[in-house]
């Protein structure tokens, strides 16, 4: 009876600490705009982008009429670079980079924003003992890079007032 209650008194005090201390999940995203018209056709951001502004209640218009921000997607890109070789003149370690280019226009303005990038980066070790492994871990580090970069545009468009 000891252990029973000795246990529901810290799981009790363990959730007070936690809603005492201000933790809480995070919500969506505090956007100014309603609406919004995404030109350039990337391959992935496009996409990913789209679902977090509908999660976000950011209606995503077909055209340019009415939207009260427009975002053109200049392009993305994907890059692999050798970081370091080995003594028998194998690569150890590659680098990854993904970035995306992109500018906005808020509705009535007559210029565009310039140019912004995006980018995030990782490094990982490679062996042709592990030839699948590897190729597995490099499409997962791509694949979270891709949403690395696309939170960095919600947090940048969160950012912006109206």
């Not at 009260?68 to 990854?96: A, H, M, P, Y």
């Amino acid at each position: 009876m000891l252990k029973f209650n000795l246990r529901s008194l810290l799981i009790t005090t363990l959730i007070f600490s936690l809603m005492s201390c201000g933790f809480h999940l995070r919500g969506a995203a505090d956007i100014s705009f309603k609406s919004i018209f995404i030109q350039g056709n990337t391959l992935v951001i496009s996409k990913n982008l789209s679902k977090s502004l509908v999660s976000n209640d950011v209606k995503i218009l077909p055209n340019a009429e009415g939207a009260d921000l427009i975002l053109e997607l200049i392009g993305e890109e994907n890059e692999k670079r050798i970081l370091s070789i080995g003594g028998q003149g194998t690569v150890n370690e590659f680098e990854l980079y993904y970035r995306v280019h992109y500018r906005l226009k808020q509705a009535g303005a007559a210029l565009w924003t310039q140019t912004q990038t995006v980018e995030s980066r990782r490094d990982f070790t490679y062996s042709d003992a592990n030839l699948l492994a590897k190729q597995r871990e490099e499409r997962r580090l791509n694949d979270d890079m891709q949403s690395d970069v696309e939170r960095g545009i919600m947090r940048r468009l969160s950012a912006l007032k109206k």
